[in-house]
Nanobody
Framework: QVQLIESGGGLVQPGGSLRLSCAASGRTDTDYHMGWFRQAPGKEREFVAVVDSTGGRTYYADSVKGRFTISRTYARNTMNLEMSSLKSEDTAVYYC????????????????????WGQGTQVTVEE
């Protein structure tokens, strides 16, 4: 079992920056991939970014590419999401997720491949 706890959400103005973190505990000796999803009010939960178990490979949603950067610490049990040039449409609850699965584009974007989820952290972008 893996437990995930997000932190770093908050209120930021358009164009601003924010950093989210996700701390994993439990069976972190297993090589899990870790990702971020987000869910805005009235919308489906959508893929944002993912980093593989080694920290060497990443994928991003087109909507955040060039603005968000995902990374993992050396110990690989903490994941960060650096968000810049934030827009109002980035407002959502951001969820950390993890699991083991084939690290290919067709797979990493699908919620069903992630068996472990955090509780979520709110990000609000507004004036």
């Amino acid at each position: 079992q893996v437990q995930l706890i997000e932190s770093g959400g908050g209120l930021v103005q358009p164009g601003g920056s924010l950093r989210l973190s996700c701390a994993a505990s439990g069976r972190t000796d297993t090589d899990y991939h870790m990702g971020w999803f987000r869910q805005a009010p009235g919308k489906e939960r959508e893929f944002v970014a993912v980093v593989d178990s080694t920290g060497g490979r990443t994928y991003y949603a087109d909507s955040v590419k060039g603005r968000f950067t995902i990374s993992r610490t050396y110990a690989r049990n903490t994941m960060n999401l650096e968000m810049s040039s934030l827009k109002s449409e980035d407002t959502a609850v951001y969820y950390c997720a993890a699991d083991r699965f084939p690290f290919i584009l067709e797979t990493v974007k699908l919620r069903n491949y992630y068996g472990y989820w955090g509780q979520g952290t709110q990000v609000t972008v507004e004036e």
